[in-house]
């Protein structure tokens, strides 16, 4: 089911997500509705917190940058509890966008490699390295979790310049090709 997705100015999108049993009720059909929600929206990861969730539980998919990234044609995750155990020192910067917030991009400074411990779809424990866009997506998506918008991250400049496309988006004037919901 395509379910709308929370937008600047929702209350849900500032709180820690909460960690979640593995025994969660209706695990599957939410991480259906996730996968049904990010491709209708045509997103590339989708957070609970997005859909008024407040668990720490993301998806990503990158088959559809494969082209021009290579290394994401089989990057697809479903990943519950993740915890970062290691990141680098060295950053990149990448201009990065959000369902969340529709119609705005900024360059944002992330580190260049994390080390993520998580639970799959099939609640087996996973650890793996990750690099380039695949470690940026999945930063990206951790920091929903964290209550951390990809703008928080952005120079106090930039900031300002967005506070009123940031202000419409709060107050339902957002342009989304999508159903949004603020509460």
Known sequence: MILPIYVYGSSVLRKRAEEIPLDYPGLQQLVADMWETMNHADGVGLAAPQLGKPIRLFVVDGACLG???????????????????????????????????????????RPDWIVVEYFDEFLEKKSERLTGFACRMVQHEYDHLEGVLFTDKAPAIRRKMLQSKLQSISKGKGKAAYRTVVD
């Open 67 to 109: 082209k021009d990234h290579p290394d994401l044609k089989d990057f697809k995750r479903v990943m519950i509890n993740p915890k970062i155990l290691e990141e680098s020192t060295s950053n990149r910067s990448y201009s990065e966008g959000c369902l969340s917030l529709p119609d705005i991009h900024v360059d944002i400074n």
